[in-house]
């Protein structure tokens, strides 16, 4: 389960994992292509180069797991834990100097989330420590319509470039514990001095 650096160390697992990735045709002159996670700053200004980008542009609590307790992962057997389950939706936004490398550079990017569609520990515990050991984090594509993808790009500053969104699921955000009610009270204890 993990804290809420949970959202950060899955994004950061999915851009190291795309930069471990890069075949050198992309990452080498003359294309120098590179992977990076976009926040609503970058995406407020022009993107320029040969780019890879990983926007977050959502995330919602899972439904399925939305009012439940999970069991405790590893050696810790105590009473189930509240969890917040989240879905990280994110878009994969390539933008090039030339057709031919933005449809590479997307055409890689998803060949590669197909043949490695699950995070896991490995990848997230240097941001956070606190993921399970038994986590693991589906990455799938989402259908999302064009007027849709037209809404999110109008509010960008940046001209529309190939995209591809996703989904990963689940991130499992540790909460506070509940309050437990202790027994009645059938005795009362009052400090009494010398009279």
Not at 80 to 108: C, G, K, Q, Y
Not at 145 to 157: A, C, G, I, N, P
Request: net charge negative; glycine share 6%.
């Amino acid at each position: 389960m993990a804290s809420y650096k949970g959202v950060q160390g899955a994004l950061n697992a999915l851009e190291a994992f795309f930069k471990a990735q890069l075949p050198e045709e992309l990452s080498g002159g003359p294309t120098n292509a590179r992977v990076s996670l976009l926040g609503s700053n970058d995406i407020a200004n022009r993107l320029t180069g040969n780019l890879l980008g990983i926007y977050l542009h959502r995330i919602t609590i899972d439904d399925h797991g939305r009012s439940r307790f999970f069991n405790s992962q590893g050696t810790d057997n105590s009473a189930p834990r509240p969890e917040l389950p989240v879905n990280l939706h994110f878009l994969l936004i390539a933008n090039a100097n030339s057709a031919t490398v933005e449809a590479d550079l997307m055409s890689w990017a998803m060949v590669e989330l197909a043949n490695h569609s699950q995070l896991d520990i490995s990848h997230v515990q240097d941001v956070d420590d606190d993921w399970g050991q038994a986590e693991i984090l589906n990455i799938t594509p989402v259908d999302i319509t064009t007027e849709d993808l037209m809404r999110l790009w109008d509010v960008f500053e940046s001209p529309y470039t190939s995209t591809m969104a996703y989904i990963a699921k689940t991130v499992r955000l540790r909460l506070n514990p509940q309050r437990t009610e202790g027994p009645d009270v059938v005795t009362r204890v009052l400090p009494a001095g010398r009279i």
